[in-house]
């Protein structure tokens, strides 16, 4: 569904920026950037966002989780589903590149974190974070009552993707989430993350360095410019029809990756937002 659709009533945005600039002090991170993405019914759209360091992705993801200090915007509106951000919610949930593990917690226990917080019995909490422990592709009679510090890190990112969508948020937002992960690790963690995705019928918006993993996740990649960032492309991209490693040798794939690497070098040699 196009944003024109949306616009016309069909559906509403389930996320909108108009005209969002931040600053820290006399430094602009992000200026002037736009866009909307429709609340699609039993779908949700995969947003990969591209960009040079310290361009604002990250910000961007903040500003629609409502963390400080990125948020609030300093100039323009962050809407959720038509309404003004005003603080973090449970409608959305974030995955960093960091592993978020609770130390102290099993396994099991870091999947329930969520449900605990909302009061769910621990009967049902246990059996709902097994599922997921399930999901995500480990092992719950090994790995279910391991420690944070017993785990690889493919396995922790797991946990954090299982903790996340239990609570079934409408948006998901992942912070270069595979980006610590060995090349064989992160396309496999890229494969289920698309599986899991489809299940969870939620808007993904996903930060990443590589062209490759914005070009196989996305349906929608934004290109940002070198800072302060702002958005300078946006592209299309239909829904992958292979596992990733299949995927890097269609050609049509390795034309998508070609393109967008051309506008990601031209950014390399500018230090201005738009050229």
Known sequence: MSDAAAADGQYANVVDFRHVTKRFGNITVIRDVTFSVPDLPNKGEFIAILGPSGCGKSTVLRLIAGLRPHYPATEGTVLVLDKPVTRPGSDRSMVFQDYTSFDNRTVEDNVAFGLECRGVPA???RERAREWVAKVGLDVKRDATKYPSELS?????????????ILSPRIILMDEPFGALDPTTR???QELLVHLWKEAQATV??????????????????????SPGTIIREMTIPPPTLPPKDMLRE?????????LRDVMDGLATSTRAGD
Do not use: P
């Open 153 to 165: 890190g493919g396995m922790r990112q797991r946990v954090a993707i299982a903790r996340t969508l």
């Open 251 to 259: 050609r049509a794939f390795i034309e998508r990756v070609s393109e």
């Open 187 to 189: 396309l496999h963690m």
């Open 123 to 125: 009967a049902e909490r």
């Open 205 to 226: 918006f996903f930060v990443t360095h590589s062209i490759e993993e914005a070009v196989y996740l996305g349906d929608r990649v934004y290109v940002f410019s070198s």
